[in-house]
């Protein structure tokens, strides 16, 4: 389908929450088929529904709607986090057109966005993008192309004076600096609590060299989980599927490192 069409892209379907739904609703497995079956003008097999809450199959855009009419509730409800710019727009609800207004920019310019993944607006559509949209902090980063730089710092805040590190770092990310203080210390604090069993006994030892290893090449998806978890207690199990933005607020530092390139 061609962007003049208006596509809608929904982030990756997740079989839990649509178990969940129809368990609300007391619901069993051949109803909410019987349901689809309705909604689509032809027969769903009940055991395809079993295989997209069992994680074996995964449905199409069309088939999440069908599930979520079925269930009485929104596609939104049944998906995770977005992680495109084309995700978050549907997810909000908003048409490529009314996201272009909104955001200061012609259409053509915010579907090559989309197409590409790539933000570069000025501090103003920035602050409208952060506004409208709300993207999650992941997506934001991805999308303004500052994925490698990002980890590059976090990498530096842990294995040094980790608050020396918070302004850039904020300057990066759709959330408050309190905000990535508080998920920089915790870091901090997983990180070294690693490393101080790196001089335990041998095998111990490189248990815990390897885990520290494994924590800095993925930093970014625990800062994501941390930020998730900001005020809560630290050794809280993340909810992935919170707020988009944990005490975020638009913030004109976000905008493209080179505001002569905004739309």
């Known amino acids: 389908m061609s962007y003049a069409e208006d596509p809608s892209a929904l982030p990756p379907f997740e079989p839990a929450r649509a178990r969940a739904t129809r368990d609300l609703l007391g619901m ?12 689509q003008g032809r027969t769903f097999p009940p055991a395809r529904l079993e295989a997209w809450e069992a994680g074996t199959a995964v449905p199409a855009d069309s088939e999440v709607r069908a599930l979520a009419a079925a269930l009485w509730c929104s596609p939104v409800d049944l998906v995770g986090e977005p992680a495109t710019l084309a995700q978050c727009r549907t997810v909000v609800g908003l048409s490529i057109s009314r996201t272009a207004s909104a955001l200061g920019m012609t259409r053509v310019r915010w579907e090559d966005a989309e197409r590409r993944n790539r933000w570069r607006g000025t501090a103003a559509q920035t602050d409208a993008l952060l506004r409208v949209l709300n ?10 192309g500052t994925s490698r730089q990002l980890r590059t ?21 759709p959330v408050e600096a309190v905000v990535v203080r508080e ?8 990180y070294h609590r690693l490393e101080a069993d790196v001089g335990a006994s041998p095998r111990t030892a490189a248990a815990a060299e390897a885990q ?3 924590f800095l090449a993925h930093i970014d998806l625990h800062l994501w989980r941390q930020l998730r978890t900001v005020g809560e207690p630290l050794d809280s199990g993340p909810d992935f599927h919170s707020g988009r933005r944990s ?10 490192p080179d505001p002569a390139e905004g739309y």
């Open 28 to 39: 069993t497995v051949g109803q909410a088929a019987h349901a689809i079956t309705a909604y």
């Open 153 to 173: 710092l976090l990498t530096e805040a842990v294995n040094g004076w980790w608050p020396n590190h918070v302004t850039a770092i904020a300057g990066i990310l």
């Open 212 to 214: 520290a290893a494994d």
């Open 183 to 190: 998920a920089l210390e915790r870091l901090h604090l997983t």
């Open 247 to 256: 005490g975020g607020s638009s913030r004109s530092a976000h905008s493209s």
């Open 135 to 144: 993207p999650p902090p992941a997506c934001f980063v991805a999308a303004c």
